[in-house]
């Protein structure tokens, strides 16, 4: 076989061997940019199980007056944001032991919901005493018995209407 046919072939394996040889695309500026993002990650702000608490009891408070002025709209809301909370605790605070009691607080939730879609105000009334009743039996099962919620009895805010507005 002459020499001429074996050049094709000995071209295409130098140039293989060439390109296995070099290393890929400098990786090191891509590190120090996932690096720098994981310390930023790191350092973020997550609220804790007492900050959700906190809003949580803000919006329970909130949702009685709106049930009681009839503002469905306001309430509907109101049990939006507490389900929100709810699920934000789940997601973020999952080192709490408390957070597997978070689901006993669903079946109120729910019946606050159907009381307030069928705009009954009696059946908005007792649905929100079982919430609460709920959260006080969580707070007992939590080993944060001390922490008592009672139906509110003064708005939480005065730059709130909490009636319906036409």
Wanted: proline letters at 8%.
């Amino acid at each position: 076989m002459p020499l001429r046919s074996f050049l094709p072939i000995v071209l295409i394996c130098s140039l293989m061997v060439v390109s296995c040889g070099q290393s890929g695309p400098d990786n090191s500026a891509l590190q120090v940019q996932v690096d720098s993002l994981q310390r930023r990650l790191s350092n973020s702000y997550i609220p804790g199980l007492g900050e959700f608490m906190s809003g949580i009891q803000v919006h329970h408070e909130k949702l009685w007056f709106a049930g009681n002025a009839q503002n469905w709209k306001l309430a509907n809301f109101e049990i939006d944001e507490i389900r929100e909370s709810l699920d934000d605790i789940q997601r973020f605070c999952t080192d709490r032991p408390e957070v597997v009691s978070i689901p006993m607080i669903l079946p109120p939730m729910d019946s606050i919901s159907k009381a307030v879609a069928g705009q009954d105000l009696p059946r908005f009334k007792a649905a929100f005493i079982l919430l609460t009743n709920t959260c006080n039996n969580c707070h007992r099962a939590t080993k944060h018995e001390f922490n008592v919620i009672q139906i509110p009895t003064t708005p939480p805010f005065s730059n709130q209407v909490f009636t319906r507005q036409p």
